[in-house]
């Protein structure tokens, strides 16, 4: 297993759980020097990525895209795959279909879809449901072209009303059907929605392609009440052998969080 951060692209000025120095290079170059092996991109809008720059600092720092994150759309643009605006909706499928070219350009990486999602409209979720459903399998059907997957991450309640635990993560894209949909699991949301975090690794094993790693409170790993150890352990056990990706609520020290982080998860991942 590889460790990379989440980062948090200069196009977007909303608050997310990924690291963010002043500039990109910034960014790449804290997280090169603690020692991570690529970065998650979390991207709100393609179209206003400096592509050029961007390979060109992933190349300067040998940093890998290990997944593209989309939790920056749905926080500052406010549209979602749900959304019974039908204007808003084509707009959040549209977004996506643009992730997923700038996927194809960094090794195919997993597009990840979470709160992204939005929330179920109480009074009309059989709806919402439909349109949700609608959407997804309409963005896998252009990533699968493209052989690109599509990995849906269970929440927990307080963020999302919908899919919240891994087994319904993991019934839901199994009825979706398409090739390419995937599973990104995310131990801070596990933590509090599955039965145990080794049984949420079961449970999701079979689409599994991309892990989240925050500690309990979405403290840096290590800092909080979520044993790693049990994590990683379940990780090995079901073959995963994919990316760790930090995904913390950034406090001050947020360098020092990021060393921390790394030093924590790879002290356990050399374990086994």
Not at 32 to 41: N, R, W
Request: glycine share 8%; hydrophobic share 40%.
């Amino acid at each position: 297993m590889k460790l990379s951060s989440c980062v948090l692209l200069p196009d977007s000025n909303v608050k997310l759980l990924a690291y963010r120095g002043t500039d990109m290079e910034s960014s790449f170059r804290d997280l090169k020097e603690i020692g991570y092996d690529g970065v998650e991109l979390f991207i709100r809008d393609p179209a206003a990525l400096d592509l050029p720059l961007l390979n060109r600092l992933l190349e300067q720092y040998k940093l890998e895209v290990c997944a593209i994150g989309t939790a920056a759309i749905s926080a500052q643009d406010k549209i979602t795959l749900c959304n019974l605006d039908r204007d808003k909706q084509r707009a959040a499928i549209e977004r996506v279909k643009k992730l997923v070219d700038v996927s194809v350009g960094h090794g195919r990486v997993p597009v990840c879809i979470g709160k992204f999602r939005g929330n179920l409209n109480p009074d009309k979720r059989i709806d919402g449901w439909r349109i949700l459903r609608e959407s997804f399998i309409e963005i896998c059907e252009y990533a699968a072209k493209q052989n690109v997957k599509i990995a849906l991450e269970p929440q927990e309640r307080g963020n999302l009303n919908n899919l919240n635990s891994t087994r319904d993560g993991d019934m839901w894209i199994e009825q979706i059907g398409a090739p390419n949909r995937g599973l990104l699991l995310d131990t801070f949301h596990m933590n509090l929605v599955d039965e145990s975090l080794s049984f949420g690794v079961v449970q999701g094993a079979k689409y599994l392609c991309h892990v989240h790693a925050s500690d309990s409170g979405r403290k840096a790993p290590g800092l909080g009440d979520i044993d790693f150890h049990e994590v990683v352990n379940a990780l090995r056990a079901v073959g995963y052998n994919g990316y760790l990706s930090v995904e913390i609520a950034q406090p001050p020290d947020a360098l020092g969080a990021a060393k921390k982080s790394l030093e924590t998860l790879s002290n356990i991942i050399s374990m086994y």
